[in-house]
């Protein structure tokens, strides 16, 4: 399950970067949305996976209330999930 954890972690990071690093600016400074909408939806899933792996592998980990808490933020900041994957993933 940890290994699993760790690449949706990953993919997670990978997916928003591209979306806010390509999709987005091309949306805005380019009126080209297709890359929003390529990324979108895969990004989304692989969100709510990292979330709900993260919560099935909370207590082998045993991440405290605050690491967890942290661990779920770290998914809406740029590079969180490569943070989190380094640092609280035994």
Sequence with gaps: MTLAFRITAFLEGVSYLL??????PLKYLADNDSWVKALGMPHGILFV??????????????????TFILVGLASVIPFGTFWVEQKHVK
């Design 19 to 24: 979306l806010l690093g390509i999709g987005v």
């Design 49 to 66: 996976g990292y979330l709900i792996l993260a919560f099935l592998i909370n207590d082998d980990q045993k991440w405290s209330n605050k």
